[in-house]
């Protein structure tokens, strides 16, 4: 582990790390159905700390693995068994999601043994990579030490919290400290000791490959909802709209992420990395959300939720709105660019989905504002194609000949 070529051409994800992504297709379903359940019995407070929660510790393990395997991926027997240690800890952690809803619906306190079980594995096996890369990585063995003693004070403050099985209240604030440890220490790592080699390609690749797993959520809420109307209808023009919908938006918030050439840019902006990559928390929770909100949605035309319409349409309006905002925040971190064409698309995507909201408080059919809500991002796609690709696209092309 004397650490990669952050330069190295054609570097590109493992199979190793596309079968570790499988488990978090499963704790992505698992936190997706939750909310959509917590949202349809109108534990809207409920749903979203426990989405928050859980979904901030599914995307954080994962950060962790690919950066760390940008930089120090050998792809020996030590590293692929230990990378299975973590792929179990995925696992727990996923089987531990549900009762953290719960509990957090009952208002007691927050059972979150499982979950914590589950992310203390995975932290465990990430420690002995850190120290392996410590001791065979001299030149960089204060950074690797640096993550290795984060994640160690880190896992010892979320033991504390399970033993100290406090109120929801108390806990969301131990969790608080606990998350500005765990984000303290790749950032006193990356600043203070020269940093890791990770490959910026790589990394924007990895980010992409996890960004389609969880488009998956809303490919899977899309048939939750076709299915929900055909039940109820059979074969209809709404079946048909609502399966236009789903997949057309699923379809353009691809599109939306995608358009810009993140690799090249971010190679050449490598001080952009904690921003670009902290940032996509927030993006790879709201896409998951838009998936709970399509469940909800057929939970809604299923007469199974206690949402009105309104409340419906804006489940899957809101995630929505607020992936757009952050794709277009993580596009200006990278482009530097004050187009007015760029505020005028987002004023305009978003003012699209308000419509959508608005059109179900006037009883319009719920097909038709899931069909509305689809045409915000994909204003958002044709502002960038026919205004802004050339810049951007220019910019990237100028980023690669630098590299």
Not at 12 to 38: K, M, N, R, Y
Not at 186 to 210: F, K, S
Request: one cysteine or more; charged letters at 10%; aromatic letters at 10%.
């Amino acid at each position: 582990m004397s650490g990669r070529d952050p330069h190295q051409q054609g570097r590109a994800a493992t199979p190793l790390e596309l079968l570790f992504d499988l488990t978090f297709v499963v704790a992505f379903s698992i936190s997706a159905s939750q909310l959509a359940h917590q949202l349809a019995d109108k534990h809207v407070g409920a749903g979203l700390a426990g989405f928050a929660f859980s979904t901030f510790a599914v995307c954080w393990a994962w950060i962790n693995f690919s950066w760390f395997a940008s930089a120090y991926d050998t792809d020996d027997w030590v590293y692929r068994l230990t990378t299975m240690l973590q792929m179990v800890g995925v696992l727990i952690l996923a089987l531990g999601i549900p009762p953290v809803f719960r509990s957090i619906a009952e208002g007691v306190h927050v059972d979150n043994r499982v979950m914590v079980a589950g992310y203390v594995v995975m932290r465990i096996a990430m420690v002995f990579q850190w120290l392996r890369a410590a001791r065979q990585d001299p030149g960089r063995r204060k950074a690797c030490l640096t993550y290795a003693a984060s994640i160690t004070v880190a896992q010892l403050g979320w033991i504390g919290v399970i033993v100290a099985n406090t109120s929801v209240g108390v806990t969301f604030l131990l969790v608080a400290i606990m998350t500005l440890i765990e984000m303290a220490g790749p950032w006193l790592g990356e600043r203070a000791h020269n940093g890791t080699p990770w490959h910026a390609h790589h990394i924007a690749e990895r980010y992409g490959l996890l960004v389609i797993i969880a488009l998956g959520e809303g490919v899977v809420g899309t048939v939750a909802s076709i299915s929900a109307v055909i039940s109820e209808q059979g074969w209809s023009v709404d079946a048909a709209l609502v399966a236009v919908a789903g997949t057309g938006l699923t379809f353009s918030m691809w599109w939306v992420y995608f358009v810009v050439p993140a690799a090249d840019l971010l190679h050449e902006q490598r001080e952009c990395s904690f921003r670009w990559g902290y940032g996509h928390i927030l993006v790879f929770g709201s896409i998951v959300a838009t998936g709970a909100g399509l469940h909800t949605a057929a939970y809604f035309i299923e007469e199974h939720s206690k949402l009105g319409s309104v409340e419906t349409v804006a489940a899957v309006a809101i995630p929505v709105g607020i992936y757009l905002v952050l794709i277009f925040a993580l596009q200006f971190l990278l482009l530097h660019s004050r187009r007015v064409s760029h505020v005028v698309s987002a004023a305009v995507s978003l003012g699209v989905l308000c419509g959508a909201v608005a059109l179900a408080a006037a009883g319009v059919d719920m097909a038709v504002c899931l069909l509305v809500v689809t045409a915000a991002p994909v204003v958002a796609v044709l502002g960038f194609e026919l205004v802004g690709a050339h810049p951007a696209r220019q910019r990237a092309a100028g980023a690669t000949g630098q590299s």
